[in-house]
């Protein structure tokens, strides 16, 4: 490697501690390519990264327009290209394109031609088809059969593949640049954006030098100044972290405090590290009324999002590291009244599952097909939202049995064991040993089969996997060069963030569950993958790109970020050290890989009334002695009445674990795009798709055929059945099943206008089907009743025509929920999430309750009730055009 000035020399006649295809870490440096981070002192680390994000970027600019922020232009797959090469020292810009017609640039592009830097490209759209549209008939019909009123036209952006362009359609809003705007009233729509901006060629600090005093944290000291200088950056970070007003902060880009953000940073080392902090930081995020506060989220946040829960798991490790009792009482009913409004809210009696994004993976897109719209999220059952509720459970049952409140213990723990039933049951993939992300769909559901990352750690750590089958899962799941990837594999057309990405803070507790099983590969590998980032960057960043490791190029990344740094910390106090915190005990687990063999010390770590300095020798996961002030200390326990200062003494057997080794590795992979399917006289048509191998059918959610061709001809049944296509690529990877598509929906369903009457709403809205719309809010039509009529005995689902103009489709906290029920009778939670910003025109479905109904009069009724209390608190409104009857069967 060639040196300069500015580049730290790695210590080339060192061995490596661990090395890897992408990189190799030494006791005091740490090497990928020609990039060098380097440990000058325990205090101060240099590093001469430079990132690669605008190297040899394509000319080929491939973009669409969009209405509003939504993908609305063209079918998915189908784009509007330009080469952005010179061109006779001409400015580069689009010929005017009319909206929704595909316009391809056939300009070859010369072999080793790249996008020049700070290239300005003007793009020029022609609108006015959409325009006369609106003269003519008050709406234009999008490609999808969806109706844009000109009432509900607030926005016109762009969205591509090359930065500043952005396929995440949701986040456009907040990307300056991409609105085009029509300045002359001429209906030619133009904006100007810089492709390859210099500004975008990120590079971070060349030095960190510790200055702040964090001798009141415990010191950490080894053979490795490397590992020890992250340590000091990470606990630097995390004093850094703490507010004027005694919270986290989030981190350096995202201000204010989040649920998840500090629960799972408070699990991993807060709670033990800062736990007043901890303490304030939790009860910042409880409403008036003593719940959980959910944080912004899609749809307008609960309960299209669930993951809350996560709060309770970090409210008890702070127990466990302070034995606070009034802490105890504190926090107790917020829990309990939290989970006794989700489990009407968000609880699927049919299959013990929790409905509800996946934890963490809050960007729709990101995580989710296209095609599904917020309540289809809240529909779906995520893995790590459940493994949170699962533990969530656990927790309430241990706080009340502390309490002395055994039937609620007792509840409890039947929830949990529901939930962990129904995971092990409908989310497990034999053949791939590992569980699968979600399922989703509509009336049926099936499981998709991307592993992903947290939800796989966190079964493994809470216990909802058997020792077998954690084992299996930490050896199974598929693991990148960088470390692993939020999902696997990837989607295609999505920038990274958490599409391709690794989160540190998730790489730490995969780190943690691959501690627990024993996997030492998976171990080591976990503490390289968040020890590269930071020596590199010279901070704990948000998240990195999977496929090459780089900081920039995600769509949002943030430095001092607090759960990453929290991760890093964790890996040393819970991974190495193996601190298990009990309710009365704190236990020492130990992990040590043998890479990383020689003494260490931890010193002036604060247990409760304790301080104590931990000493430990060996490598492995078995004790051979352990001594509290020279005396042998029994089963590793420190009880947690001790007080004052002592000294515990650990002597590992240097042995390797008797568990596997094993992880699986894998390249870089991109799933095939989900196909657009049509539905016309008995026939599934859809465009073929690149890189296809194959198709899979699905009837109902279930296999149904296989077939090479783009078309399949439809049983005639009487049945209500619904359709959906899977792509297989060469390597067997699926993708995405298509929208569920009903044959011949309009035979299977009545409909009951709720327009009707003095209760019809005088709102100018447009798009609904009847005489009018009702309002739904907490002081219009609370309670709403509803005769209907069975034609026959049988299996229905019930869901409502609505609109919800509150906000947009990704963000905010208004989504309206009611009660459902027939008579006394609870049926359901009926769900109505935000469509768009004051877009009152935008019509779409509810989910839909499953009912067995016997033949005749039926009276429903549609009511607010206390537990139908959203994040907002004041608004939570929603407009009703009718119910839809639907019988299955």
Same mark, same amino acid.
């Given at each position: 490697?060639?040196? /300069?000035?500015?580049?730290?020399?790695?210590?080339?006649?060192?061995?490596?501690?661990?090395?890897?295809?992408?990189?190799?870490? @030494?006791?005091?440096?740490?090497?990928?390519?020609?990039?060098?981070?380097? *440990?000058?002192?325990?205090?101060?680390?240099?590093?001469?990264?430079?990132?690669?994000?605008?190297? +040899?970027?394509?000319?080929?600019?491939?973009?669409?327009?969009?209405?509003?922020?939504?993908?609305?232009?063209?079918?998915?797959?189908?784009?509007?290209?330009?080469?952005?090469?010179?061109?006779?020292?001409?400015?580069?810009?689009?010929?005017?394109?009319?909206?929704?017609?595909?316009?391809?640039?056939?300009?070859?592009?010369?072999?080793?031609?790249?996008? !020049?830097?700070?290239?300005?490209?003007?793009?020029?759209?022609?609108?006015?088809?959409?325009?006369?549209?609106?003269?003519?008939?008050?709406?234009?019909?999008?490609?999808?059969?969806?109706?844009?009123?000109?009432?509900?036209?607030?926005?016109?952006?762009?969205?591509?593949?090359?930065?500043?362009?952005?396929?995440?359609?949701?986040?456009?809003?907040?990307?300056?640049?991409?609105?085009?705007?029509?300045?002359?009233?001429?209906?030619?729509?133009?904006?100007?954006?810089?492709?390859?901006?210099?500004?975008?060629?990120?590079?971070?600090?060349?030095?960190?030098?510790?200055?702040?005093?964090?001798?009141?944290?415990?010191?950490?000291?080894?053979?490795?100044?490397?590992?020890?200088?992250?340590?000091?950056?990470?606990?630097?970070?995390?004093?850094?972290?703490?507010?004027?007003?005694?919270?986290?902060?989030?981190?350096?880009?995202?201000?204010?405090?989040?649920?998840?953000?500090?629960?799972?940073?408070?699990?991993?080392?807060?709670?033990?590290?800062?736990?007043?902090?901890?303490?304030?930081?939790?009860?910042?995020?409880?409403?008036?009324?003593?719940?959980?506060?959910?944080?912004?989220?899609?749809?307008?946040?609960?309960?299209?999002?669930?993951?809350?829960?996560?709060?309770?798991?970090?409210?008890?490790?702070?127990?466990?590291?302070?034995?606070?009792?009034?802490?105890?009482?504190?926090?107790?009913?917020?829990?309990?009244?939290?989970?006794?409004?989700?489990?009407?809210?968000?609880?699927?009696?049919?299959?013990?599952?929790?409905?509800?994004?996946?934890?963490?993976?809050?960007?729709?897109?990101?995580?989710?097909?296209?095609?599904?719209?917020?309540?289809?999220?809240?529909?779906?059952?995520?893995?790590?939202?459940?493994?949170? #509720?699962?533990? &969530?459970?656990?927790?309430?049952?241990?706080?009340?049995?502390?309490?002395?409140?055994?039937?609620?213990?007792?509840?409890?723990?039947?929830?949990?064991?529901?939930?962990?039933?129904?995971?092990?049951?409908?989310?497990?993939?034999?053949?791939?040993? @590992?569980?699968?992300?979600?399922?989703?769909?509509?009336?049926?559901?099936?499981?998709?089969?991307?592993?992903?990352?947290?939800?796989?750690?966190?079964?493994?750590?809470?216990?909802?996997?058997?020792?077998?089958?954690?084992?299996?899962?930490?050896?199974?799941?598929?693991?990148?060069?960088?470390?692993?990837?939020?999902?696997?594999?990837?989607?295609?057309? %999505?920038?990274?963030? #958490?599409? /391709?990405?690794?989160?540190?803070?998730?790489?730490?507790?995969?780190?943690? !569950?691959?501690?627990?099983?024993?996997?030492?590969? !998976?171990?080591?590998?976990?503490?390289?993958?968040?020890?590269?980032?930071?020596?590199?960057?010279?901070?704990?960043?948000?998240?990195?790109?999977?496929?090459?490791?780089?900081?920039?190029?995600?769509?949002?990344?943030?430095?001092?970020?607090?759960?990453?740094?929290?991760?890093?910390?964790?890996?040393?106090?819970?991974?190495?050290?193996?601190?298990?915190?009990?309710?009365?005990?704190?236990?020492?687990?130990?992990?040590?890989?043998?890479?990383?063999?020689?003494?260490?010390?931890?010193?002036?770590?604060?247990?409760?009334?304790?301080?104590?300095?931990?000493?430990?020798?060996? @490598?492995?996961?078995? %004790?051979?002695?352990?001594?509290?002030?020279?005396?042998?200390?029994?089963?590793?326990?420190?009880?947690?009445?001790?007080?004052?200062?002592?000294?515990?003494?650990?002597?590992?057997?240097?042995?390797?674990?008797?568990?596997?080794?094993?992880?699986?590795?894998?390249?870089? #992979?991109? !799933?095939?795009?989900?196909?657009?399917?049509?539905?016309?006289?008995?026939?599934?048509?859809?465009?073929?798709?690149?890189?296809?191998?194959?198709?899979?059918?699905?009837?109902?959610?279930?296999?149904?055929?296989?077939?090479?061709?783009?078309?399949?001809?439809?049983?005639?049944?009487?049945?209500?059945?619904?359709?959906?296509?899977?792509?297989?690529?060469?390597?067997?990877?699926?993708?995405?099943?298509?929208?569920?598509?009903?044959?011949?929906?309009?035979?299977?369903?009545?409909? @009951?206008?709720?327009?009707?009457?003095? *209760?019809?709403?005088?709102?100018?809205?447009?798009?609904?089907?009847?005489?009018?719309?009702?309002?739904?809010?907490?002081?219009?039509?609370?309670?709403?009743?509803?005769?209907?009529?069975?034609?026959?005995?049988?299996?229905?689902?019930?869901?409502?025509?609505?609109?919800?103009?509150?906000?947009?489709?990704?963000?905010?906290?208004?989504?309206?929920?009611?009660?459902?029920?027939?008579?006394?009778?609870?049926?359901?939670?009926?769900?109505?999430?935000?469509? &768009?910003?004051?877009?009152?025109?935008?019509?779409? +479905?509810?989910?839909?309750?499953?009912?067995?109904?016997?033949?005749?009069?039926?009276?429903?009724?549609?009511? +607010?009730?206390?537990?139908?209390?959203?994040? /907002?608190?004041?608004?939570?409104?929603?407009?009703?055009?009718?119910?839809?009857?639907?019988?299955?069967?």
């Amino acid at each position: 490697m060639q040196k /300069n000035s500015t580049q730290p020399a790695a210590t080339s006649a060192a061995a490596p501690v661990w090395q890897s295809a992408a990189y190799t870490l @030494y006791r005091d440096s740490l090497v990928q390519g020609r990039n060098v981070a380097r *440990a000058e002192s325990r205090t101060t680390l240099r590093s001469n990264y430079q990132s690669p994000a605008n190297a +040899f970027q394509s000319p080929q600019v491939t973009f669409k327009f969009s209405l509003n922020g939504k993908d609305n232009e063209m079918p998915p797959g189908q784009d509007h290209s330009f080469v952005a090469v010179p061109r006779a020292k001409q400015p580069l810009e689009t010929p005017v394109i009319a909206f929704g017609q595909q316009s391809v640039d056939k300009t070859p592009v010369p072999a080793n031609t790249y996008l !020049a830097p700070n290239t300005p490209l003007k793009i020029r759209l022609d609108l006015r088809p959409v325009l006369a549209a609106f003269e003519q008939q008050g709406f234009y019909q999008l490609y999808n059969g969806q109706k844009l009123y000109k009432q509900d036209l607030k926005h016109v952006f762009v969205a591509g593949n090359t930065a500043p362009l952005s396929w995440d359609f949701d986040n456009l809003i907040n990307k300056s640049g991409l609105e085009l705007l029509d300045p002359d009233g001429n209906g030619i729509y133009e904006t100007t954006v810089v492709l390859n901006a210099h500004s975008d060629q990120k590079t971070t600090a060349a030095q960190w030098q510790k200055t702040l005093d964090t001798s009141a944290l415990p010191q950490y000291t080894s053979e490795y100044p490397l590992l020890d200088a992250l340590y000091n950056l990470a606990l630097e970070e995390a004093k850094r972290a703490v507010e004027p007003d005694g919270t986290f902060s989030t981190g350096q880009e995202w201000a204010g405090v989040w649920t998840r953000d500090i629960s799972y940073s408070i699990i991993l080392s807060q709670a033990l590290l800062q736990p007043e902090v901890a303490k304030t930081s939790l009860l910042r995020k409880v409403t008036p009324q003593g719940r959980i506060i959910q944080d912004t989220g899609t749809g307008g946040a609960y309960p299209c999002s669930t993951d809350r829960i996560i709060w309770a798991v970090a409210a008890w490790e702070i127990y466990q590291a302070t034995g606070d009792d009034a802490w105890l009482r504190t926090v107790y009913p917020i829990i309990k009244a939290s989970i006794e409004d989700d489990v009407p809210n968000a609880y699927n009696p049919a299959t013990g599952l929790v409905r509800g994004e996946s934890s963490f993976l809050d960007w729709r897109e990101q995580t989710y097909p296209k095609w599904m719209q917020p309540v289809d999220i809240y529909q779906s059952e995520s893995l790590g939202t459940n493994a949170a #509720h699962y533990q &969530g459970n656990q927790v309430l049952a241990l706080m009340a049995e502390k309490l002395v409140q055994i039937d609620v213990a007792r509840l409890a723990r039947e929830r949990a064991q529901r939930i962990k039933s129904g995971i092990n049951e409908h989310l497990w993939l034999e053949g791939k040993g @590992y569980y699968g992300q979600y399922r989703y769909g509509r009336t049926f559901q099936q499981i998709s089969p991307k592993a992903e990352a947290l939800g796989e750690a966190l079964a493994v750590l809470f216990g909802v996997a058997d020792e077998a089958r954690a084992k299996t899962v930490v050896a199974s799941t598929p693991v990148m060069d960088y470390g692993i990837p939020c999902i696997y594999p990837q989607i295609a057309d %999505i920038p990274p963030y #958490h599409n /391709n990405a690794v989160w540190p803070f998730v790489q730490s507790y995969w780190g943690l !569950a691959a501690a627990q099983v024993g996997n030492e590969a !998976a171990f080591m590998e976990s503490i390289a993958a968040v020890a590269r980032p930071a020596a590199l960057f010279l901070t704990n960043k948000e998240n990195f790109v999977a496929s090459n490791g780089d900081f920039a190029g995600t769509q949002v990344n943030s430095s001092n970020m607090l759960w990453s740094l929290s991760g890093s910390l964790g890996l040393v106090y819970k991974g190495l050290f193996g601190m298990n915190f009990q309710p009365d005990w704190l236990v020492f687990r130990p992990f040590v890989p043998q890479a990383l063999q020689g003494p260490r010390k931890l010193t002036g770590f604060r247990y409760r009334q304790a301080v104590l300095d931990v000493e430990m020798t060996g @490598y492995g996961n078995r %004790i051979d002695t352990i001594t509290l002030d020279g005396q042998p200390l029994p089963d590793a326990a420190v009880p947690g009445t001790l007080t004052g200062r002592h000294t515990v003494r650990i002597k590992l057997v240097n042995s390797a674990p008797e568990s596997s080794y094993k992880t699986t590795k894998v390249a870089h #992979h991109v !799933a095939p795009m989900t196909p657009a399917v049509r539905y016309a006289a008995g026939q599934l048509t859809w465009p073929p798709v690149e890189g296809a191998k194959a198709y899979q059918v699905l009837r109902n959610g279930q296999f149904a055929a296989r077939t090479t061709e783009t078309t399949y001809s439809v049983p005639s049944t009487e049945s209500y059945t619904e359709y959906q296509i899977c792509v297989i690529d060469a390597q067997n990877y699926e993708s995405f099943a298509s929208e569920p598509l009903a044959q011949e929906a309009q035979k299977h369903y009545r409909i @009951y206008d709720l327009g009707v009457g003095a *209760a019809k709403s005088s709102k100018p809205y447009k798009g609904f089907t009847g005489q009018g719309f009702l309002e739904i809010s907490k002081t219009k039509n609370t309670a709403v009743t509803i005769p209907v009529t069975v034609p026959a005995a049988g299996l229905y689902t019930i869901d409502f025509r609505y609109a919800n103009g509150n906000g947009p489709i990704n963000t905010s906290n208004k989504c309206a929920i009611r009660t459902l029920r027939r008579g006394r009778q609870l049926l359901g939670t009926i769900v109505l999430p935000q469509r &768009g910003v004051e877009e009152w025109s935008d019509w779409g +479905f509810s989910n839909p309750v499953l009912v067995r109904l016997e033949k005749g009069s039926h009276l429903l009724s549609l009511n +607010f009730e206390p537990a139908n209390e959203n994040m /907002n608190g004041e608004v939570n409104q929603a407009m009703l055009d009718y119910l839809r009857l639907t019988k299955l069967d």
